[in-house]
């Protein structure tokens, strides 16, 4: 298994500043090089406390790059509805050379209609921007000249620079939720997957019914490759789970609390696009003090715990990469760090 950190500030900003902030998380991507995790991931969203500090993961990832010499640097995801293929293309193309090809692209269709209605795109749209722009992406990194023609980008005889660096081109990852042409469409292209968040009880069964797809999908087209799947989930390990509760839980529940506002976006809404979300901010509102001591929200508790934990996940989604969240609640650096390094000291030689 490889393991990584995993980076979507909620920061409030009249507790952190975005100077804080960005030198905190830069300082445990160095450190998390310095021990060796495998990546160190952030994600993108606009306007809210939920994302709202990372407007640009590659941006971001650029900055890693200039603290760190091995660490991979992985979109978590790009939301790719949001961007026009060329863009993004370069700008990915361009943080691959400077980081000497240590770029994984991680796409996500987005989820937020606050985002979606800020920037102009219809929700009910998303899927199909979303796929054919990964798709035009894919054949700027490999084409010396690419052409587009959709409803949303169309261009002529296109030579994106600067080239990838990795040969054919950067790894690419993309998140699922719930959808089956989700997971199938990912297994298709031979990507690795995304997991944002284990399955909350009783929707266990449901995801490892959408991970067999994926698994299916991708070795029926490309037998010569080996799926791959990440997950992401906060993390906090302590000497005791005492001492791990008493510190993740207010940091947890503040997480959970601007994910909720953001979630409650969906009250009224209805998309055709994302089937089920409609109640998404009441599922966050009715969350409990077990949800938070839950697996399916968070690994939380003594170097056992945590190493207990993360096996039954493994097993129940067929992982092989696991990156902790560590930036929830907008902890401290020593916070963190002491995270981090219980874990590699703790943690990972057991798994």
Known sequence: MKFGISLLPDCRPEQTSPVRYYEDVLEVSRLADELGFDYVKMTEHYLKDYGGYCPSPLTFLTAVAAKTRRIRLMTGGVQASFHHPVQLAAHAAMVDAI????????????????????????????????????????????????????????????????????????????????????????????????????????????????????????????????????????????????EAFATAEPLLQSYLDAWGEAAASWDGVQSTSYPGYSNAGTTFRALTDDDLRSTSTAVIGSPDTVVRKIRELSAALTLDTLLLQIDYGSPSAEVMSRNLRLFRSEVMPRL
């Open 99 to 242: 980081s000497g090809g240590r770029l994984d692209v991680g796409f996500a269709r987005a989820w937020l209609p606050y985002e979606f209605d800020a920037l102009g795109i219809p929700l009910d749209e998303s899927r199909e921007r979303f796929t054919a722009t990964v798709e035009a992406v894919l054949r700027l990194w490999t084409q010396k000249e690419a052409s587009e023609d959709t409803p949303f980008f169309r261009y002529q005889d296109a030579h994106s620079l600067p080239a990838v660096t990795q040969a054919p081109h950067p790894p690419v990852w993309v998140a699922a939720v719930r959808s089956r042409q989700s997971f199938a469409w990912i297994g298709e292209k031979g990507f690795g997957l995304l997991i944002a968040s284990p399955p909350r009880e009783g929707e266990l069964a449901h995801t490892q019914d959408m991970l067999r797809v994926y698994l299916e999908t991708h070795r029926e087209h490309h037998p010569d490759r080996e799926p791959r799947i990440a997950l992401s989930i906060p993390t906090m390990v302590a000497d005791t789970d005492a």
